[in-house]
């Protein structure tokens, strides 16, 4: 069975493999736990990508999407892929 990429088991999937006490820069578009996540399967985000959140995650409008789940893990600290990884286990 595939995980879904954009979902929080896919999310715990790939912060699994982060080392659990590197940072990440939550206020940068290009470094913050998201793009990472995005860029890790291939999905562009982004200006240099033309992409902007609402084409990747679906309208920004929409509380319930993963983009929003996402976010609510993200910018918790501290930034670091393990408290990420707690954080998005909870969730579950």
Request: glycine letters at 10%; charged letters at 25%.
């Amino acid at each position: 069975m595939s995980i879904p990429v954009l979902s929080e088991l896919g999310l715990i999937n790939w912060l699994e493999k982060k080392d659990p006490k590197e940072t990440y820069d939550y206020s940068s578009h290009c470094s913050c736990l998201g793009a990472q996540y995005l860029h890790a399967h291939g999905l562009g985000y982004g200006p240099k990508d033309g992409h902007e959140i609402p084409s990747v995650f679906g309208p920004s409008f929409d509380r319930t999407n993963f983009r929003h789940r996402l976010e609510k893990i993200a910018v918790v600290e501290p930034c670091t892929y393990g408290g990420a990884l707690a954080r998005a286990r909870m969730k579950l």
